[in-house]
């Protein structure tokens, strides 16, 4: 055995301040360095000098962990009022409008959203019920427009077969002032002076406007008798379906009162 000389100074372990390099630092000395010197003399710290012109340091927020749910961002809630967010998950459904060529989705969508502030749905059946309502009240409608749109053709043709027998149509002064065509869409937008051409031509005839328009109602009758059955057919299920829903209501509010009443004879 190996005697240690009294006067030896014992190796004291003592943390390290210089900055250790983790590719070279080996782990077997702990992070630990000897020193030489006495255990009664410890190293003086070195206080740390930073440079004048370094920045402060900035504190910054700690990372959620990565298994943390996502925090979900506040959404403004849903105007009830509106069937395309109301119920939400018949988005799809109501979005579809049922809409052909000419027609307007901001007409269609104000429709919706003033039928269902009306009714104020109060599940997803009532509101399907709503949907299938606006939906009826707009075939309806554009039947009527296509009705009318028919009889206006009827009528047009019926004029334009007079004026095209009369020879003088169109003319102020033996001058020709409108061509067929022309007068006819002069007479129709209200122009003064083709109003008063064609009720002269038709005076002449015999005839006023309401003959000539009974005329073209004649001959387009059968289509006109078909249009009319599919609006009632329209109405029909329009009115059923209100109905249906206002059964239902009235069943839920008489459970409601003997609900209410149950509990009052319980009490």
Do not use: C
């Not at 901001?106 to 309502?133: G, N």
């Amino acid at each position: 055995m190996v005697k240690k000389s009294p006067t030896s100074p014992v190796p004291t372990p003592i943390f390290s301040t210089t900055e250790i390099d983790p590719e070279t630092w080996d782990p077997k000395f702990l992070g630990f360095v000897y020193s030489t010197e006495p255990a009664t003399q410890p190293l003086p710290a070195e206080p740390v000098q930073r440079p004048a012109s370094s920045a402060p340091v900035q504190q910054t927020l700690a990372e959620p962990p990565a298994n943390a749910p996502p925090v979900e961002a506040v959404k403004a809630p849903s105007d009830p009022t509106d069937i395309q967010r109301f119920p939400k998950d018949l988005g799809g459904l109501f979005a579809k409008r049922p809409l052909v060529l000419g027609e307007s989705e901001a007409d269609y969508d104000e429709l919706l959203s003033r039928t269902t502030a009306a009714v104020k749905p109060t599940d997803t059946i009532e509101a399907v019920w709503i949907k299938d309502m606006v939906d009826l009240v707009w075939e309806s409608q554009r039947l009527r427009r296509f009705k009318a749109s028919l009889l206006m053709g009827a009528g047009r043709q019926a004029l334009t077969n007079l004026l095209a027998t009369t020879k003088d149509a169109g003319q102020a002064n033996g001058v020709r002032v409108f061509s067929v065509p022309e007068l006819i869409s002069a007479y129709t937008t209200g122009e003064v002076a083709a109003v008063t051409e064609v009720d002269m031509i038709l005076r002449r005839r015999g005839l006023d406007i309401d003959t000539l328009m009974a005329q073209a109602l004649a001959e387009k009758l059968d289509d006109l008798e078909r249009i009319d059955r599919l609006i009632a057919g329209a109405d029909a299920r329009r009115n059923r379906a209100l109905n249906e829903l206002e059964r239902r209501r009235d069943s839920f509010a008489r459970r409601l009162r003997l609900a209410a009443q149950d509990v009052a004879d319980v009490r």
